[in-house]
């Protein structure tokens, strides 16, 4: 049993069951899936300040912060006690075209030469991490929510801005790797 949960699952096994968690949530009481409104439950709870934003009744809202939690929960035991001992496997073009960037390391999941905390205080990460981080945080306020509220509730509800900020994901992704991303990377 251990080996199937650490192998990776095919699409067409882990594509339904997200899917799945769509009507779940709409039947065990109507509740909508998505991960950036978390962010908001904590803030109100947390932070007794005079702000209408968060002025509301997060209590009602408490399971969506037990369902992030879960997802902590579940990405720590992965990487601690299911994790690949094995070097990423990537392709050798790929390995080719990372190494024109100075990008070699590819024993953990993610190249130390882009996400560390030395490679924090240099121009490249400072853009990856922290610029980043706030474009992300930005975009998700703007477009009303994440990419799993919009792309796998909203389309799932029909709703047309959801399809639209779907849209605007995708292309915005496709314009960073192939466009700004290799620059970034040069630095």
Known sequence: ????????????????????????????????????S???????????????????????????????FGIFLGGVIAAYFLANPNPVEITPQLSEQLASYSITDHSGLLPKELFSWESLFTLRGFIMIVVGGFLVG???RYAG????????MGIS???????????????????????????ILAL
């Open 1 to 36: 049993m251990l080996e199937i949960i650490k192998e990776p699952w095919p699409w067409y096994v882990a594509g339904p069951l997200i899917g799945l968690t769509v009507p779940i949530l709409l039947i065990i009481g109507n509740k909508s899936f998505g991960i950036s």
């Open 38 to 68: 978390s962010l908001r439950h904590i803030c109100a709870a947390c932070i007794p300040a005079n702000i209408s934003f968060f002025k509301y009744d997060w209590k009602k809202e408490s399971w969506n912060l037990f369902f992030v």
């Open 138 to 140: 930005f975009g998700t």
């Open 145 to 152: 929510g994440c990419t799993s509220g919009h792309a796998i």
């Open 157 to 183: 509800n029909l709703q047309w801005p959801s399809l639209v900020a779907t849209i605007c994901f995708m292309i915005g992704g496709f314009i960073m790797a192939n466009l700004i991303l290799p620059y």
